[in-house]
């Protein structure tokens, strides 16, 4: 069964930084696009970050220069590095894979991806 797990959240002063990791398993996403999304009290899921199969990245307006996405596809994993956190970052940040291998997506639609994570809290507080 293929399963997504997020960690890595917390709570932190603004200004602080996370690094969240997605732990896929169940079947290689080497060549999947992934991504990351967020989801704060009273609000829709929206995009944050996301990466093709070969690598290429694309984010928010919003956190451009302070996030960065990566991979590792050895590990199965692929990570959110968040750097200058403010408070409007707090949120439930939640982990999506795209299930065709090679496939070009819209990243920053949610029906785009096909696996969904539980979710890991991050918490800026001022």
């Known amino acids: 069964q293929v399963q997504l797990v997020e960690s890595g959240g917390g709570l932190v002063q603004a200004g602080g930084s996370l690094r969240l990791s997605c732990a896929a398993s169940?079947?290689?996403?080497?060549?999947?696009?992934m991504g990351w999304f967020r989801q704060a009290p009273g609000k829709e899921r929206e995009f944050v970050a996301g990466?093709?199969?070969?690598?290429?990245?694309y984010y928010i307006d919003s956190v451009k220069g302070r996030f960065t996405i990566s991979r590792d596809n050895i590990k199965n994993t692929v990570a959110l590095q968040m750097n200058s956190l403010k408070p409007e970052d707090t949120a439930v940040y939640y982990c999506?894979?795209?299930?065709?291998?090679?496939?070009?997506?819209?990243?920053?639609?949610?029906?785009?991806?096909?696996?969904w994570g539980q979710g890991t809290q991050v918490t800026v507080s001022s």
């Open positions: 990466i093709s199969w070969s690598s290429g990245t």
């Open positions: 169940g079947r290689p996403f080497n060549s999947n696009a």
């Open positions: 999506a894979a795209k299930k065709t291998p090679f496939s070009s997506v819209t990243y920053s639609t949610r029906n785009q991806y096909d696996y």
